[in-house]
């Protein structure tokens, strides 16, 4: 591929993207994307009947278009704009889809990739399917990596930001675009961006990521469709990235892949064993290590559950006494409490009445979250470890294990086992058989040798028919 050190960013991203074929792409970054479609498809599946969903189905009924792209609940299609944004919406629901670089690619990437592949007059493969996938995270993470300062301390919610980027490239590599129509479609979807950090705990936080997700879609169809912007879109004196940079020092000068061969290969996926935020699972299993070398702990004689995490990571979890499920899953005195009386942190606990109950709420006021700006230099948001410490009624303090890595990290993967079982409870908790979910499960797996993915499904359980 040709030198793109001295090309302005926009169209850096554009050549690149059109000029990666899939001979350049390592085994290892096809395994990712792979892991990412197969997590995210689950997720998804687990996603569908939240009251996100529901809404946005009614509303989906409302706007009309024609039908060309699957969506997750209903038998008739939609608009592939629509499609992914109610399929992005699902996949981030629950927030137990995968994150890398504190973003959240595959519930986004997917359902783009997905949509577009619907709406394709010929077959998409599913090779075609993770290149699509390995473009648009790539230039999703060169995208944020180029920012050294925290998109949330001005209100910015990354995914809402860049994944519009990732999934303008991934369907723009989908559709077969040229390199100025990629170029476009960035620019385009630059003009998109945006999401507010004040909606976590809501139903717009997954909307966030079905917007990224769509609004990639529609900025790929718009460009095919001869629409133009900026070729300076992201790095021009009032474009993307400097307008959202929250001190105004992104680095626009370094050129794609000059310091980092390969984003994806640094970075991979991280798997959420739990279904909450992902800054969050340290200090679960910090608890749950800290539970099994102390089974005789009492609830009664608990005073004080005090924890140490990154200001980064306390900063996207600002609930301290949740009120609902929303809340609680940004909240990482929930996360422990309910780790601890419940030595587990799944879908059945993130309920409403669980959440509000006196007991929950009664422990969640005994922990106090204490920050460190120390930072582990293989995981910029996170602190060194997470640790937590139990006080108790006759003074007597119990530590927990220091958690640096949670399992599902990049660097402390779940094996196969327990990338299925999550597959299949998550497909399980929407209510399919666990005859459909293994079936869902196997047909996705064989995705990398798949010769048109329209043909790969997802079992249904009813036909929401856009209704609330």
Not at 350 to 358: N, T
Not at 398 to 411: C, E, F, L, M, V
Not at 419 to 431: H, L, N, P, R, S
Request: proline share 5%; aromatic share 8%.
């Amino acid at each position: 591929m040709q030198n793109q050190a001295l090309s302005p960013l926009t169209r850096q991203y554009a050549n690149w993207s059109h000029q990666c074929r899939l001979e350049d792409l390592s085994s290892q970054a096809l395994e990712v994307a792979h892991l990412g479609f197969v997590d995210c498809l689950g997720v998804m599946l687990a996603g569908v009947n939240e009251p996100v969903l529901k809404a946005l189905r009614h509303w989906a009924a409302l706007q009309g278009g024609q039908a060309r792209a699957r969506c997750i609940g209903q038998s008739q299609r939609l608009p592939a704009g629509t499609a992914a944004l109610i399929n992005a919406t699902a996949a981030h629901a629950l927030d137990f889809d995968d994150f890398a670089f504190s973003n959240h690619p595959s519930a986004v990437l997917c359902p783009a990739i997905l949509a577009a592949a619907d709406a394709s007059t010929t077959p998409v493969s599913g090779a075609q399917a993770l290149r699509a996938y390995v473009l648009g995270y790539e230039i999703w993470a060169d995208a944020f990596v180029r920012e050294p300062d925290l998109y949330y301390d001005k209100g910015w919610h990354p995914t809402a930001i860049l994944g519009t980027l990732g999934s303008a490239v991934a369907a723009s590599a989908v559709m077969g675009l040229s390199e100025d129509q990629i170029c476009h479609a960035l620019a385009l979807a630059a003009s998109f961006a945006g999401g507010v950090f004040e909606n976590f705990g809501t139903m717009a936080k997954p909307l966030h990521g079905g917007r990224a997700s769509s609004v990639g879609v529609m900025a790929a169809e718009m460009a095919a469709s001869g629409m133009q912007a900026s070729e300076q879109a992201l790095e021009g004196p009032r474009g993307m990235l400097r307008a959202f940079s929250p001190a105004g020092r992104v680095d626009l000068a370094t050129a794609l892949h000059e310091k980092e061969a390969w984003w994806i290969h640094r970075y991979r996926l991280n798997l959420k064993r739990f279904p909450v935020v992902g800054s969050a699972q340290r200090g679960i299993e910090a608890m749950l290590g800290w539970r099994e070398a102390n089974p005789q702990v009492q609830l009664e004689s608990i005073t004080q559950i005090h924890i140490i995490v990154s200001q980064r990571h306390a900063a996207v979890m600002p609930y301290a006494l949740p009120q609902d499920a929303l809340q609680a899953k940004f909240s990482l005195p929930f996360s422990l409490v309910c780790a601890f009386l419940k030595g587990r942190v799944g879908l059945s606990e993130l309920q409403d009445d669980f959440v509000q109950s006196a007991q929950v709420q009664h422990l969640m006021a005994c922990v106090t979250v204490e920050t460190t700006e120390a930072f582990e230099p293989g995981w910029r948001d996170a602190a060194p470890f997470d640790q937590l410490w139990v006080h108790e009624s006759d003074g007597r303090v119990t530590a927990s294990p220091a958690i640096r890595r949670p399992r599902g990290h990049a660097d402390l993967p779940m094996d196969s086992a327990q990338v299925q079982e999550k597959f299949i409870d998550t497909a399980m908790y929407a209510g399919h058989s666990a005859t459909q979910a293994q079936a869902t499960y196997q047909a996705w797996m064989d995705l990398p040798q798949a010769q048109d993915i329209r043909k790969l499904g997802w079992p249904e359980l009813h036909d929401h028919q856009g209704t609330a």
